[in-house]
């Protein structure tokens, strides 16, 4: 029988894309990041079998995402993570993709900020929704992190899986040309407790499938 991998019957929840943190009604902190990793995870899921729920901070690739997905746009990581919190208990595989902001500003102002020669800018911390569903899965609950690195990243990796208590966690590498933001492609390892496999430059899509291909049963009928 051929293998013919299969996610029926699962729930699977993705997480992509930037958030923003607004200083003013029209100024934020945020990255570059363009939602397709997640989008991919979440697409090829859904070819799959299973039943997805993707949460996206704001990208104009969400256009993209089939109608079949359950889309919840949120801007910023607050937002995140409450719709994470509501939709997690019933998920079975917990893609963690968006690349949230850690720091938020610590006040906002209703009126455009005037621009001053010195603009000290207090942060505080964001929730971290990783961190949190880390501690609230449940047994049967697989939690998958992602660590866009742009040095040691197996060592950095490691380390934020254990601290999360992911399950599996793909170390990204950002920071040089062709890869990880934006990009098409991405190169890097995959991690689970006991291993470490690499993967070369890959297109996110045939990623995606990599990735999942660790989650899927085969198909029997
Ligand atoms: O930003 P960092 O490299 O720590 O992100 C690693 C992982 O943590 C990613 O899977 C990201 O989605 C998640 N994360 C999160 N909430 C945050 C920061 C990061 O869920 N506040």
Redesign the pocket.
């Given at each position: 029988m051929p293998y013919a991998p299969t996610l029926k019957g699962m729930s699977v929840l993705v997480?992509t894309g930037p958030t923003r943190e607004y200083l003013d009604p029209v100024r934020f902190l945020s990255n570059p990041s363009s939602g397709k990793m997640g989008i991919a995870i979440a697409g090829e899921a859904l070819r799959l079998g299973a039943k997805v729920t993707l949460i996206s901070g704001p990208t104009s690739l969400t256009q993209t995402v089939s109608k079949k997905i359950k889309l919840i746009q949120v801007i910023t990581?607050e937002g995140m993570y409450r719709a994470v919190m509501k939709k997690f208990p019933r998920a079975d595989l917990i893609f963690?993709?968006?690349?949230?902001s850690?720091w938020r500003p610590a006040n906002f102002s209703s009126k455009k900020l005037k621009i001053k020669k010195r603009w000290p800018l207090p942060l505080v911390p964001?929730?971290?929704?990783?961190a949190t569903v880390g501690r609230k899965k449940k047994k049967g609950q697989l939690l998958i992190?992602?660590?866009?690195e742009t040095n040691n990243l197996v060592l950095n990796a490691r380390a934020?899986m254990k601290k999360?208590n992911c399950d599996l966690m793909i170390a990204n590498k950002v920071g040089s040309k062709n890869v990880g933001f934006e990009s098409d492609h991405s190169r890097g390892y995959l991690l689970s407790k006991d291993s470490v496999v690499p993967f070369p430059l890959l297109s996110k899509q045939k990623l995606a499938r990599k990735i999942l291909k660790v989650f899927s049963k085969p198909f029997s009928n």
């Open positions: 997480t990581a963690m993709v968006a690349a949230v850690d964001t929730p971290d929704i990783l992190g992602f660590a866009a934020k999360k």
